[in-house]
Structures are given as C-alpha cells and as structure tokens.
C-alpha cells in the first residue's frame, strides 16, 4: 500500500481486506489511535443510522455510555449514564456541553430518573432495551448492539456460514422482542457492526474536522498474553475502562 490505511481487522497480525474495508487513515492520528476507533466508531454510526430521519434535533439516551451524537449528528438532546468516576471525564474526553444530563447508574436507576416518555432515541449497548421502554416517546426507537439478539438476517450479513436453524430461530426471537416493544409504540432494531469503506471515510472526516476523537485506553503488544488476557477478563465483566483497548502488533 502506497498510504497509511485503517479498517477493521480486529486482532490478528494477517488479515485479507477487500480494498472497500480499508480507507486513508485519519492525517491527525497515529495508527494506536486510529486502530481505537473503527470498532466502536462503525457501530454507533450503525446505529443512528437505523433511526429513521436521523436523530438531528431529537432527544437521545445512550445507556452504556455512548454519548457522542451531537458533534457529529446533531442531536438536539443527549443523556447518558456513566459510574461516578466517569463524570468529570465527559466534559475533558467528549467536551464541554456535548452532553446535556449525566446519569450516574451507580447511584440512581436511569429507568427511574428520566421521565417518562420523553426520548426520542434510546441507544443501548448494555441490554436495558426492556427497562427503558416507559422512557420513550410514543413512534421512538431502540437501537440496541448487546442484550436481545440480532435477527438471523443481520448474523448472515455478516458471515454466510449461519446454519439454517440458527438463522431461523434467531429471526423468530428478533420477531417476538419487535411485537413486544412494539406494544409501547416504540420500533426496535439491532446492530451487528460490519465493515463498511463509506462509514469509515466519514468517521476519518469528522476526525480530520475535529468533531470527533478515539480515547485510547490501554495500549498492549501483542506479544503480552497475559495482558491481553487480563483487559480481556475485565471487558468481560461489563466495567469498562476508559478508552479503547489496543493492541499494538507492530514489532519493536
Ligand atoms: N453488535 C455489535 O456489532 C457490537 C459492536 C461493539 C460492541 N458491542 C457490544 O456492546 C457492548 C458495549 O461495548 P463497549 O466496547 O462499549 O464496552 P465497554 O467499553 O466495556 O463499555 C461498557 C460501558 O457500559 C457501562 N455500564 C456497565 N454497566 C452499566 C449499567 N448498568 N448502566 C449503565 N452503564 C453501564 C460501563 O460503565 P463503567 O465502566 O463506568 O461501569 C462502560 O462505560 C458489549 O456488550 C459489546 O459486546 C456490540
């Protein structure tokens, strides 16, 4: 390759790309940096995207602590819950005034503090699809990345080696969690990230424009397993740390 690249390869030294998953690395950043982002950058656009008209002007929750969107989207209103120590990190790693109301789940249930029926856009990458319903509005929508399953459509988009059945169960689950959110005249959709060039090259813009920053957390060769192991274990466990993990597989 003539330029610095960045895509999607997830953890491995090798990875065979079509020329579509990989795009000119943002100029203003290193590839530690770069390689933080196309993760989680990929699948909150993912996301929003599913939001029909967007979610310029609209209020949004992010539960699991995404909170980023108006920078980038517009949103006309962001909440998010974090644990105690995140709080004063909003403001320095997102910027003042990017989100409107911090929750502090540890010391009060989200489900419980935001009024009812006040969101228009309910982001949850932790599960709470179910918990939350009571906040949305009536013709909001949940986008979830972790907690009900995706359909047996989306699992094939991304791999076609999906066994029939597995396919067809997951499309009846995904059928059952759509009628029952949809009793509260809330539509629901997930996210199963895949790559995508175009998704990528905005995320380099809006990097390139400074609306929008990776925050590397742990940096780790790939070399140290027992690292790699231990964040590993502690992502597991649903305590995220601050900042992406990274793992650095360029040799000294
Ligand atoms: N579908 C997809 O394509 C896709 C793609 C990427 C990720 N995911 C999934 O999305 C989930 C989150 O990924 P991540 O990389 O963001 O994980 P992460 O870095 O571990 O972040 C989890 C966040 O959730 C917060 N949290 C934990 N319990 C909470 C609660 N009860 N209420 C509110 N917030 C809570 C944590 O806050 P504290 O650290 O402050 O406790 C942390 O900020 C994972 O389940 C992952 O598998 C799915």
Not at 144 to 173: H, Q
Not at 207 to 228: A, H, M, S
């Amino acid at each position: 390759m003539k330029s610095e690249k960045y895509g999607t390869g997830a953890i491995s030294e090798y990875a065979l790309l079509t020329e579509t998953l990989v795009v000119s690395k943002p100029k203003n950043l290193n590839f530690v940096e770069a390689a933080a982002l196309p993760m989680v950058a990929l699948t909150a656009i993912q996301m929003l995207d599913k939001v029909p008209g967007g979610v310029e002007g609209k209020t949004w929750c992010g539960v699991g602590g995404c909170a980023n969107g108006e920078n980038a989207y517009g949103a006309e209103k962001v909440i998010t819950t974090v644990s105690t120590r995140k709080i004063p990190m909003i403001d320095e790693f997102l910027g003042k005034g990017v989100v409107d109301e911090m929750i502090d789940y540890t010391k009060v249930n989200p489900a419980k503090t935001i009024p009812q029926n006040s969101i228009d856009v309910l982001i949850d990458s932790i599960g709470a699809t179910f918990s939350s319903l009571a906040l949305l509005k009536k013709g909001g929508m949940v986008v979830a990345c972790a907690g009900p399953p995706c359909s047996g459509r989306d699992l094939k988009n991304i791999s076609t080696d999906v066994p029939f059945l597995v396919e067809k169960i997951l499309n009846l689950v995904n059928a059952v969690v759509r009628w029952w959110v949809g009793r509260y005249q809330v539509r629901f959709d997930t996210v199963l990230m895949k790559s995508n060039g175009g998704a990528l090259e905005r995320i380099k813009m809006w990097v390139e424009e400074g609306r929008l920053r990776p925050v590397v957390g742990t940096v780790l060769k790939f070399v140290d397993l027992e690292g790699i192991k231990g964040e590993g274990e502690r992502i597991m466990m649903g305590k995220g740390g601050v900042g992406k993990v990274v793992i650095d597989i360029i040799a000294d």
